[in-house]
């Protein structure tokens, strides 16, 4: 059993950034592979960013690369989601998960085993 929960989120101006992070519970941290997503109102969760178990395996949706940045951190249980240049489609309530699937599986969210409870990133023009 893994439990996530995401913060960072918040209000940030057009060209702003926002580091979000996700703590997880539970002594097998490691042996997950996690995900960022988001979901705007109105729109399906989509992927964003995926981190392999180990850090430097990262995997990115084309459209944000560049601009979002993923990283984990195993003594903390964490991983974080560096986001640069925001812009107002960038607002979403941002959901981190975890994974028992291949890093190939990372953009695919039927794949993840836990999901967070979201926090929300506003990004106003």
């Known amino acids: 059993q893994v439990t996530l929960v995401e913060s960072g989120g918040g209000l940030v101006q057009a060209g702003g950034s926002l580091r979000l992070s996700c703590a997880a519970s539970?002594?097998?941290?490691?042996?997950?592979?996690m995900g960022w997503f988001r979901q705007a109102p109105g729109k399906e969760r989509e992927f964003v960013a995926g981190i392999g178990r180990i850090a430097s395996n990262t995997y990115y949706t084309d459209s944000l690369k560049g601009r979002f940045t993923i990283s984990r951190d195993s003594a903390k249980n964490t991983i974080y989601l560096q986001m640069t240049s925001l812009k107002p489609d960038d607002t979403a309530v941002y959901y981190c998960?975890?994974?028992?699937?291949?890093?190939?599986?990372?953009?695919?969210?039927?794949?993840?085993?836990?999901w967070g409870q979201g926090t929300q990133v506003t990004v106003s023009s």
């Open positions: 539970g002594r097998t941290f490691s042996s997950y592979r």
């Open positions: 998960a975890a994974t028992t699937g291949s890093y190939s599986q990372l953009p695919d969210r039927s794949a993840y085993d836990y």
